[in-house]
């Protein structure tokens, strides 16, 4: 049980595209999914918890209007990383909180996105 | 607020040393506490948590850890380390009003030597 997917799990692209990743929880039903970015040999970093049919929270210093996120339903979470550039290259990954679960979070296995 | 300090980034044992990753966590309120593994290229799985029941808790893969409130500490062991041990593992607490966030630390890497 508790098992997150992401797809896709790799993606390349163009600068000035927009890309979009999703995340979904295949047995559970999630609330509450979040965004983590990652750097090479570095820990997770927040970038905003996804309430299922409301805004994001976005964490300080995250641009909302570059990393769009809709929680549309309780199983499915979308991140969208509008206008990429190479900085915005990194391994992206989602985690979804199950329902009243002391605040466990289930991770995605996540994406690598690279930025031509 | 909350923090979580992992003591080593890096830690190197033997094939079948015993394992001991260090974390030590601030809270203002009773936490929650959770080892997480990441293999390369791969998110994190749950290795095991600490939920306010028993301090000693039993994870996966043979792994275990103890709360201790007075050392303000959440050591993870492994009594024999095994090759598909070597791993990132990351500590993180939560608890409170955060909403259900969880504050990580920075990693440790451990390698495992034939």
């Known amino acids: 049980g508790a098992v997150v997917s992401q797809h896709p799990s790799r993606v390349i692209c163009k600068s000035g595209t927009s890309v979009k990743i999703e995340c979904r929880s295949l047995d559970f039903q999630a609330t509450t999914m979040f965004w983590y970015r990652q750097f090479p040999k570095q820990s997770l970093m927040l970038m905003a918890t996804?309430?299922?049919?409301?805004?994001?929270?976005?964490e300080q210093g995250v641009e909302k209007d570059k990393f769009l996120i809709n929680h549309a339903s309780l199983t499915l979470s979308t991140l969208t990383v509008t206008s990429a550039h190479p900085e915005d290259s990194s391994f992206y990954i989602c985690?979804?909180?199950?329902?009243?679960?002391?605040?466990?979070?289930?991770f995605g296995p996540g994406t690598r996105l690279t930025v031509l | 607020a909350q923090s979580v300090t992992q003591l080593g980034s890096h830690v190197s044992v033997s094939e079948g040393a015993l394992v001991l990753l260090r974390c030590n966590y601030s809270?203002?309120?009773?936490?929650?506490l959770f080892w997480y593994v990441q293999y390369p290229n791969q998110g994190l799985q749950l290795l095991l948590k600490y939920t306010s029941a028993a301090t000693l808790v039993k994870g996966i893969n043979g792994f275990e850890a103890e709360f201790k409130k007075s050392e303000t500490s959440f050591h993870l062991t492994k009594p024999s380390a095994h090759m598909s041990d070597a791993a990132e593992y990351f500590c993180a607490v939560s608890g409170g009003n955060q909403g259900g966030k969880l504050i990580f630390g920075q990693g440790t890497e451990l390698s495992v030597k034939p």
């Open positions: 809270s203002s309120v009773p936490p929650y």
């Open positions: 985690s979804a909180k199950a329902p009243r679960s002391t605040d466990t979070q289930y």
């Open positions: 996804s309430n299922e049919g409301s805004k994001a929270t976005y």
